[in-house]
């Protein structure tokens, strides 16, 4: 036995509630070490009667470690618990003092969950794991209202700089609902929509007041109640962790100095405010000079942004926040925004911008999700760049599983690409098979997954500010098969409780082959479906099984696949995809 690979802790993602009765207990052993891993479990007053041994499942893999897991219903809420490590007739115990080569007598040796509470838990709102985001960039989506629009505004549709505007506003949104509506997300993600003098508004000066160019307060309450009705969700972003050279607070502080009474709702190095080699004396966002750091630990600061939290989900009923530079913000302060605003609207969204390992963060008292992009990066590299092969994604999925309890990836915010991000035809160097494949994976995999603007018609760009351009609404100049087909898996989606469901198993993957087979099945496992790709230039030639009085049907064609045999082999053409259904006869 590799003991070095075996690893447990109590609690974070290793042990957790994942509902109000139901316990999560995993422990990670080497790569294929173990032939069987089992639970001891009981509760810690009443051991003698309640102990017994649980075996557990393997769940997730990776090219170092296997990873197992056990669900628990412990009849008094509490749990003390170790484990059965079987190999080659080799028996071993693991308890919170180590290992032993006999069975521990006494549960205080054991692991202990204490008791689960249900205000500990981590809960996301029901209704991501449903949805479908589309994240719009209102500068750049439509143009509907052009008395709004800036002095200095461009014909729509020309090319995109870091300065100039083309007049997007929030009554261009409202015209085009129909085509959300027809593309079938139900949720959309604004970026910044609050009053700045850029055209991306990531440098607040008023954050009670939509941006004028954008419309107004009421337009906003309009459109909202707009996208309720045809049962879309609405969140919005904060930019919390910095404000704008124009909110007044700070223009106070540069007019008064170190005498200001808002010196300190800002981190300030060096007095006076100035620019030395390009670097402020204050904190910025990333040395940004026009984005000042704000001081979320100062009480008056902290009053004010809750305030803001509060008004736009109260007055206007928007459904949740996407949190500008979330990870730059101390915890504490988001520990209270969570509160104000669940205290309103219990099942808002609550979203973070953080672009690495987040647990500290979705631990229940914070974040709903955060951006998902480690996923992003695992499937680009397979799917596009050919950096990984279907072993090695597998192995970095496998990891993602196990980074976060189960219920954090249920609510996952996955997504292929951002107004930060190249858009992601570029990315595939225009070949629209590798995006398919890409956004395959996408929409038929756990979470939440979230479409920017433009992608679905087939829009290019580098990074920024190539990646924000105006949205194409001639539909001669659309990529239609492309809208078509993310129409048509979305629908799948929807309709398919399997293709959004938390089974999601490797059937084939292996060393140097870019093919892929990922099994899909929903909670009772009565809907079953195969996902195949190839993200290879050649066909490959892939096997599946065919149960008795069964059939396999192509899910997006309609295609029936009928073998007379058990088995069936399906052929996949170069960066081809297909994705088929289990029925009965």
Known sequence: MLLEAIYHRARLNWSYAYDRNTLHIRLRTGHNDMEQVSAIIGDKYAWEHTARTLPMRRFASDALFDYWQVEVQPPYRRLRYGFELEKDGERLWMTERGFETNLPEHPLEFF??????????????????????????????????????????????????????FGGDLQGVL???????????????????????TNHKYNTADYLAIDPHFGTNEKLKELVDACHARGIRVILDAVFNHSGLDFPFFKDVMKHGEASRYADWFH???????????????????????????????????????????????????????????????HRFWREFRETVKAIKPDAYILGEVWHDSIMWLQGDQFDAVMNYPFTNSVLDFAV?????????????????????????????????????????????????????????????????????????????????????????????????LLDFYTRIITLRKTHPALRSIHWR???????????????????????????????????????????????????????????????????????YRLLKLEVR
């Open 385 to 481: 760049h050919g950096k990984l092969d279907s072993l090695g994604f597998a192995g970095e999925i496998g990891r993602l599983f196990m980074a976060y309890s189960q219920s954090v990836t249920e609510a996952a915010f996955n997504l292929l690409g951002s107004h930060d991000t190249p858009r992601l035809l570029s990315v595939c160097h225009g070949d629209v098979r590798r995006m398919k494949l890409a956004v395959l994976l996408l929409l038929t995999y756990p979470g939440v997954p979230c479409i920017y603007y433009g992608d679905e018609i087939g829009l290019e760009g580098g990074y920024d500010p190539g990646c924000r351009k105006c949205m194409e609404w001639d539909e001669e100049r659309q990529n239609r098969d």
């Open 175 to 197: 015209d085009h609902l129909d085509h959300l509506n027809r593309l079938g997300v139900n949720a959309i993600y604004f970026t910044p929509l609050f009053e700045a003098s």
């Open 112 to 165: 202990d969950f204490p008791f689960l509470h249900s205000a500990d838990m981590f809960e996301a709102p029901a209704w991501v794991k449903d949805a479908v985001f589309y994240q719009i960039f209102p500068e750049r989506f439509a143009n509907g209202d052009p008395t709004i629009s800036p002095k200095n505004v461009e014909p729509w549709g020309g090319e995109p700089t870091p300065v100039n505007f």
């Open 268 to 330: 300030v190095r060096e007095w006076p405010l100035r620019i030395e080699d390009g670097i402020p004396t204050y904190e910025t966002f990333a040395f940004e000079p026009i984005m000042p750091k704000l001081n979320t630990e100062h009480p008056e600061v902290k009053a004010y942004l809750l305030e803001v939290a509060r008004y736009w989900v109260q007055e206007i009923g928007i459904d949740g926040w996407r949190l500008d530079v979330a990870n730059e913000v101390d």
């Open 506 to 576: 490797v059937v084939h993957a292996a060393e140097e082959d870019a093919s892929l087979v990922i099994e899909r099945s929903d909670d009772s496992g009565h809907e079953r479906f195969r996902l195949l790709i190839n993200a290879g230039e050649t066909s490959q030639l892939l096997q599946l099984p065919v149960p008795e009085g069964a059939f396999w049907r192509d899910a997006y064609s309609g295609e029936a696949l009928v073998s007379g045999d058990l088995k069936l082999d399906v052929a996949v053409e170069g960066l081809g």
